[in-house]
């Protein structure tokens, strides 16, 4: 089973408590963005084997949502983090890289 642990209240929860949410760090677009970008928003998401970034809300606990790390393979956690932060904290990648050497966060890096 999924555990993971939530950066706001700490307690280390099972997915049965946790509502998943999707792929985290999607670009929004509003008012005045064209069909392609809108497309891009609703419906082209990735689906990587491997490692990958997604929301989870605390749904049995304090109800936030957060960001968690997993590789889709294995189930293996790498880390959580606050759903405010735009992008993986430093220490995450790092961690991730020496898991799997090569690991890129986006194809900008």
Known sequence: ??????????VM???TELSAG??????RFGPGSNDEEFESYMFMRENPRGVHFERW???NGCGKWFHAARDTVTLEVFGTYTAQTSMPPADLL???RAARPGFKW????
């Open 1 to 10: 089973m999924l555990t993971l642990q939530c950066p706001y209240c700490g």
């Open 13 to 15: 929860a099972e997915e």
């Open 22 to 27: 999707g792929e985290a760090h999607l670009k």
């Open 57 to 59: 809300r605390h749904a």
């Open 94 to 96: 790092e961690k991730i």
């Open 106 to 109: 986006r194809e900008f890096e």
